[in-house]
């Protein structure tokens, strides 16, 4: 049996809708492809082992698939790998999932984030803070203007 998850919405969506091509293969499917809504993700959807394929621009036949599920957007009463795998009608639903990542920059990069990291548990890091921040003067910030494409104050 083949089956074809649409995903929806942003990054984390996208990598909690992950944990559905696992669950469809313990209930019987040999085939799970995954078509993403986003390009963010995509390395991370095709290194899961459970996913056979994986669309981006192009949208593969339906009739190909013996289950084609949209995933519809998430609600904040039960975790979204549930909520997935529920629309999916998978029966044994958890709130597990497993992110796999490319070991070679997991290698090059845990050196890197230890020295960063100071014994501390690191859970994110901002390689680009000082683009990504917004600074101004007092009177930039007493003015509050909003500036399209650049954001309150008129600068980052």
Known sequence: MK??????????????????????????????????????????I??????DNVYLFETPSRSTYDKVVTLQPIHR?????????????????????KIYTNQAIDAFA????????????LVAYMSNWVEKTFGFTEEEYVRGIDVPNLGYGGRR
């Open 3 to 44: 089956a074809l998850i649409q995903c929806v919405g942003f990054i984390g969506d996208n990598l909690f809708a992950s944990s559905v091509p696992k669950k469809l293969k313990e209930q019987g499917y040999t085939h799970v492809d995954l078509q993403l809504s986003i390009h963010q993700p995509l390395e991370l």
């Open 46 to 51: 095709m290194l899961n082992p459970f996913v």
């Open 77 to 97: 009463k039960e975790t979204p790998t549930i909520q997935f795998q529920q629309q999916c009608g998978i029966e044994a639903t958890s709130s597990d999932y």
């Open 110 to 121: 845990k050196p890197l984030l230890k020295e960063v990291a100071q014994g501390r548990r």
